[in-house]
């Protein structure tokens, strides 16, 4: 792997004692741990092991009933998701939820809401100001079009887009927001070999060239030890490794939760 | 042939953000305007007053409920009773205040009509689909029955009917028995052309963005920064606007007096069809829809004595509405996207005639 342009620095977000519960399921039990800035970090585990609660929980969608987040050195019991994407948290779903009925640009555009400001009543005669702003929101969204290289679809509804092309326009309407935090669910699931390479590529050049700090989850256990600099493992709901790649992948408890104990 | 974009390249954001980036649609649309303004000349009282007047108006109301229903996913079945407060509120106000210009007490009424709609539309956070459906039509049974109840909306008339002024508009009489039709053609043509344009501006900004994702996604929308209450609140005041212009318009350009019958439940599911057989989220398709709705009506009235065909009057009507009806099925099943979608594939396969591909 090649030196990376940025240095991990200090906790950008700090999870602490997280424990969320859905009437008698415990989804997370005491969960602690925290995503420094620039870095890549996986988060993984069995189906139902918490993973994506996990992200709910940071992005504010779910609130936990015990523990406190600290996100640039602000804690909060719980998060919401309006100030959660406010303060630079953007995220992507495991089931795309791209807005179908709009067109690629308009989609990425959407990520794009927060830092516009302009008033209806200007909008409604699109004068001076809201045109000037709309046409800067359009250039930084072209460029992002230009990075993930889906220039070509810039007008097609994302409703007819193949999967892999939607979870790239996804993941462009989560950079428009121009994240510190960049929260990625399965962002490789049920793609092909080359879709996959691809979605590696942008997910390494985002960290290399905006030094977003990523947390992503991902079952292919090879692009995870390939790309993040740290993985965090859960199981049930509660964390069982937290490293590098090398010592997760050597943790017992981790070999244990995914291949099962040898019972003699 | 005449239909290419061939050659034209877009070299800066601002033009490929125009509404009309083709040319010749811009020339169309232009000629249509100026054609539209020019109609008077030749159309006679008939067709102003009983079939253009009333498509213009329905069409501005149609704009609003699309705007809620079309494009931020909120059901409504309130525009009749948004549309009565415009109609009441312009008449209370040009009543009080005689000397104020009519079509600014028509928008002062739009005005009222949106806090009316916000009101109504609180339970939308809540409440999603067919049920948001059933609980807006407490606003068209509550509005309705509070001017039938309380005296004060109608000045006390006895009879229960509000009647529009007569009123000047530069000299010129724009509402009341003796404005012509061809100046209230005019007065209602101006403003379905401002706030239409007003209505796409804001459709493809970012409150048009965010009104798409809430009624594409909300959870996703949610996530992303959108507040989904302020959006869907924004979304029912400015429709209710559109509405309560459009409500203002119909009792003082249109109907010349009324009561509460005119804006009865009817009205609200005609407005709905129009957008449903128009196209939801589009402009365009509202206007389409309401020319549908109002003049396909009386086209079926006047064709068969056109082709020499003569028939009791009785049968006459229960033909027409079988028609309608028949014509309106038909239409859902050759494009559940409404005639506006027909006429963007038209648009498309004129683009590349006489070639296939």
Same mark, same amino acid.
């Given at each position: 792997?090649?030196?990376?342009?940025?240095?991990?620095?200090?906790?950008?977000?700090? $999870?602490?004692? $997280?424990? +969320?519960?859905?009437?008698?399921?415990?989804?997370?039990?005491?969960?602690s741990?925290?995503?420094r800035?620039?870095?890549?970090?996986?988060?993984?585990?069995?189906?139902?092991?918490?993973?994506?609660?996990?992200?709910?929980?940071?992005?504010?969608?779910?609130?936990?009933?015990?523990?406190?987040?600290?996100?640039k050195?602000?804690?909060?019991?719980q998060?919401?998701?309006?100030?959660?994407?406010?303060?630079?948290?953007?995220r992507?779903?495991?089931?795309?939820? +791209?807005?179908?009925?709009?067109?690629?640009?308009?989609?990425?555009?959407?990520?794009?809401?927060?830092?516009?400001?302009?008033?209806?009543?200007?909008?409604?005669?699109?004068?001076?100001?809201?045109?000037?702003?709309?046409?800067?929101?359009?250039?930084?969204?072209?460029?992002?079009?230009?990075?993930?290289?889906i220039?070509?679809?810039?007008?097609?509804?994302?409703?007819?887009?193949?999967?892999?092309?939607?979870?790239?326009?996804?993941?462009?309407?989560?950079?428009?927001?121009?994240?510190? +935090?960049?929260?990625?669910?399965?962002?490789?699931?049920?793609?092909?070999?080359?879709?996959?390479?691809?979605?590696?590529?942008?997910?390494?050049?985002?960290?290399?060239?905006?030094?977003?700090?990523?947390? +992503?989850?991902?079952?292919?256990?090879?692009?995870?030890?390939?790309?993040?600099?740290?993985?965090?493992?859960?199981?049930?709901?509660?964390?069982?490794?937290?490293?590098?790649p090398?010592? $997760?992948?050597?943790?017992?408890?981790?070999?244990?939760?995914?291949?099962?104990?040898r019972?003699? | 042939m005449?239909?290419?974009?061939?050659?034209?390249?877009?070299?800066?954001?601002?033009?490929d953000?125009?509404?009309?980036?083709?040319? !010749?649609?811009?020339?169309? /649309?232009?000629?249509?305007?100026?054609?539209?303004?020019?109609?008077?000349?030749?159309?006679?009282?008939?067709?102003?007053?009983?079939?253009?007047?009333?498509?213009?108006?329905?069409?501005?109301a149609?704009?609003?409920?699309?705007?809620?229903?079309?494009?931020a996913?909120?059901?409504?079945?309130?525009?009749?009773?948004?549309?009565?407060?415009?109609?009441?509120?312009?008449?209370?106000?040009?009543?009080?205040?005689?000397?104020?210009?009519?079509?600014?007490?028509?928008?002062l009424?739009?005005?009222?009509?949106?806090?009316?709609?916000?009101?109504?539309?609180?339970?939308?956070?809540?409440?999603?689909?067919?049920?948001?459906?059933?609980?807006?039509?407490?606003?068209?049974?509550?509005?309705? @029955?509070?001017?039938?109840?309380?005296?004060?909306?109608?000045?006390?008339?006895?009879?229960?009917?509000?009647?529009?002024?007569?009123?000047?508009?530069?000299?010129?009489?724009?509402?009341?028995?003796?404005?012509?039709?061809?100046?209230?053609?005019?007065?209602?043509?101006?403003?379905?052309?401002?706030?239409?344009?007003?209505a796409?501006?804001?459709?493809?900004?970012?409150?048009?963005?965010? @009104?798409?994702?809430?009624?594409?996604?909300?959870?996703?929308?949610?996530?992303?920064?959108?507040?989904?209450?302020?959006?869907?609140?924004?979304?029912?005041?400015?429709?209710?606007?559109?509405?309560?212009?459009?409500?203002?318009?119909?009792?003082?350009?249109?109907?010349?007096?009324?009561?509460?019958?005119?804006?009865?439940?009817?009205?609200?599911?005609?407005?709905?069809?129009?957008?449903?057989?128009?196209?939801?989220?589009?402009?365009?398709?509202?206007?389409?829809?309401?020319?549908?709705?109002?003049?396909?009506?009386?086209?079926?009235?006047?064709?068969?004595?056109?082709?020499?065909?003569?028939?009791?009057?009785?049968? !006459?009507?229960?033909?027409? /509405?079988?028609?309608?009806?028949?014509?309106?099925?038909?239409?859902?099943?050759?494009?559940p996207r409404?005639?506006?979608?027909? @006429?963007?594939?038209?648009?498309?396969?004129?683009?590349? @005639?006489?070639?296939?591909?």
């Open positions: 792997m090649t030196q990376k342009a940025r240095q991990i620095g200090d906790t950008l977000l700090k $999870v602490e004692g $997280v424990s +969320l519960t859905f009437g008698g399921v415990k989804a997370l039990t005491d969960v741990f925290e995503i800035e620039h870095e890549v970090l996986a988060i993984i585990g069995p189906n139902g092991a918490g993973k994506s609660s996990m992200l709910n929980v940071i992005n504010g969608f779910y609130h936990p009933q015990e523990g406190a987040i600290t996100y050195g602000e804690t909060r019991k998060m919401r998701p309006y100030a959660a994407a406010k303060s630079g948290i953007a992507t779903f495991q089931n795309i939820a +791209l807005f179908k009925g709009m067109s690629t640009l308009d989609n990425i555009m959407t990520g794009r809401l927060l830092k516009m400001h302009c008033n209806f009543l200007l909008q409604a005669l699109y004068l001076g100001p809201a045109r000037e702003e709309e046409l800067r929101h359009r250039a930084s969204v072209e460029h992002i079009i230009d990075f993930l290289e220039q070509s679809i810039r007008r097609t509804p994302v409703g007819r887009l193949p999967y892999g092309l939607q979870k790239r326009v996804e993941l462009g309407r989560a950079l428009a927001a121009e994240p510190d +935090l960049l929260l990625l669910d399965e962002p490789m699931a049920g793609m092909n070999v080359e879709e996959k390479e691809d979605m590696c590529r942008f997910i390494l050049d985002v960290n290399d060239e905006f030094g977003t700090t990523i947390a +992503l989850i991902e079952h292919d256990m090879s692009v995870v030890m390939d790309i993040s600099d740290r993985v965090v493992v859960l199981d049930y709901g509660r964390k069982i490794a937290d490293g590098s090398d010592e $997760v992948r050597a943790n017992p408890e981790v070999i244990e939760a995914y291949l099962g104990i019972h003699n | 005449i239909y290419r974009e061939a050659g034209q390249f877009k070299t800066s954001y601002g033009a953000q125009m509404i009309f980036p083709i040319l !010749q649609d811009r020339i169309f /649309v232009i000629l249509a305007v100026v054609a539209a303004y020019l109609v008077p000349l030749i159309a006679n009282e008939y067709w102003l007053q009983a079939v253009l007047i009333p498509f213009l108006i329905l069409s501005l149609a704009i609003g409920l699309n705007l809620l229903t079309g494009y996913g909120q059901l409504s079945l309130g525009t009749g009773g948004f549309m009565a407060v415009g109609g009441y509120m312009t008449y209370k106000i040009t009543t009080a205040f005689p000397d104020l210009n009519v079509l600014i007490a028509v928008l009424a739009g005005l009222i009509a949106a806090l009316v709609g916000l009101v109504f539309g609180i339970p939308s956070l809540r409440i999603k689909g067919f049920y948001l459906a059933v609980a807006t039509l407490a606003a068209q049974f509550f509005i309705l @029955w509070l001017f039938n109840k309380v005296g004060w909306f109608v000045n006390y008339s006895p009879s229960g009917t509000i009647t529009a002024p007569p009123r000047t508009l530069l000299g010129i009489m724009v509402t009341g028995p003796e404005a012509t039709a061809p100046v209230r053609y005019l007065i209602v043509l101006t403003f379905l052309a401002f706030f239409a344009l007003a796409k501006n804001l459709v493809r900004g970012r409150i048009g963005r965010s @009104w798409m994702a809430i009624r594409d996604m909300d959870i996703a929308a949610e996530i992303i920064g959108i507040r989904p209450y302020q959006t869907k609140l924004l979304a029912f005041a400015i429709s209710s606007f559109y509405c309560g212009v459009a409500g203002g318009l119909y009792v003082f350009c249109y109907l010349g007096s009324a009561e509460t019958e005119a804006f009865d439940i009817a009205l609200s599911f005609s407005v709905l069809f129009m957008i449903i057989i128009g196209g939801l989220g589009s402009i365009l398709g509202s206007i389409l829809g309401a020319a549908f709705i109002t003049m396909v009506p009386i086209f079926l009235t006047n064709a068969p004595p056109l082709i020499g065909l003569s028939m009791p009057i009785d049968l !006459q009507k229960h033909i027409e /509405v079988m028609l309608f009806g028949s014509l309106i099925v038909f239409f859902l099943i050759v494009e409404g005639i506006a979608r027909l @006429w963007q594939i038209a648009k498309e396969k004129f683009r590349l @005639w006489p070639f296939p591909y």
